[in-house]
């Protein structure tokens, strides 16, 4: 693909298009096409199966978005879990908070982190991190044999397609709240409002009717379909609208502040229908 515009298809009508300077690596894995390209404008990036999955430069507002909300959510997050993720982005971010014992990282593909360990050190660099526990393994098994364990669940998966379409059912919200501890929190990356507005809304139903409190959150991600991201967030006892700025220690961030926390629940009418 080098010097060459890579098109990815985010509908049948519409795409974004991006000079490629060079491809690092390509690779058809167990469960996926894996490519590691270098972009003019957004820097490295991931490709799986042909869709964005991360690039250097504007991957931060993903990973903190999905992380902090939850963790300055709760007030104590001790042991948390990543299903997916295996860029490492998310981790990243939830080791900026002194109360995490243990990240728990559950990726079903180890090639996904072995080739971003290689080419997105910016992202990955923090999996080799004492407190982290990596697992190449499939998040629903793992979910499945988990009980009264986790503080914090965050889903970062791919799209509901090929090994990630099972992680997007009402039996897998089901088991996610089995494995939180009774006051856990878990957040699940809900695609994009503009093509994918079934999908929220129909996560939401499943997931209201398991977690007392749950809501929608949104963000501005320029390499991700439509640029809008939306976040589902599902609580058994603390309201992510409800923490006092108190419990906002610092943190070095690029996007997530104490005010966008709140802020980002605050959604655009059409999308705020999805969820009525
Ligand atoms: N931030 C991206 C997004 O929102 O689309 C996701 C990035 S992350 C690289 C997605 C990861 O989900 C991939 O590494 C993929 O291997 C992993 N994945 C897909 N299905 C999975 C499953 N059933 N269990 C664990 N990981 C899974």
Do not use: C
């Not at 908070?97 to 559950?106: D, E, G, M, N």
């Amino acid at each position: 693909m080098a010097g060459l515009w890579f098109t990815e298809k985010q509908t049948e009508n519409f795409g974004i298009t991006m000079k490629v300077n060079k491809t690092l690596h390509t690779e058809q894995t167990d469960f996926q096409m894996l490519e590691m390209v270098e972009t003019a404008e957004w820097g490295n990036m991931l490709l799986l199966d042909g869709m964005v999955m991360t690039a250097v430069k504007d991957e931060f507002v993903y990973h903190e978005m999905v992380a902090h909300v939850p963790l300055f959510t709760h007030p104590n997050p001790e042991n948390v879990l990543v299903v997916g993720g295996g860029d490492g982005g998310v981790i990243r971010e939830v080791l900026k908070h002194p109360s995490v014992k243990k990240a728990t990282l559950v990726d079903i593909d180890g090639k996904v982190i072995e080739y971003s360990k290689k080419f997105l050190p910016e992202i990955a660099g923090w999996l080799e991190d004492l407190r982290v526990d990596v697992q190449v393994d499939d998040g629903f098994m793992h979910i499945a044999q988990s009980e009264n364990e986790y503080d914090v669940i965050m889903v970062d998966s791919t799209e509901p397609v090929g090994p990630a379409v099972n992680l997007f059912t009402k039996g897998f919200y089901a088991g996610i709240s089995k494995a939180l501890k009774e006051d856990g929190i878990f957040v699940a990356q809900s695609d994009n409002p503009w093509f994918k507005g079934e999908l929220i809304r129909h996560v939401q139903r499943d997931v209201r009717e398991i977690f007392p409190i749950t809501r929608l959150y949104v963000a501005n991600i320029p390499t991700y379909p439509s640029g809008l991201w939306a976040f589902t967030i599902g609580s058994k006892k603390y309201d992510p609208l409800e923490v006092s700025d108190d419990r906002f220690h610092e943190i070095e961030t690029k996007y997530y502040t104490k005010e966008l926390h709140k802020a980002a629940f605050v959604l655009p009418k059409f999308v705020g229908d999805l969820v009525k």
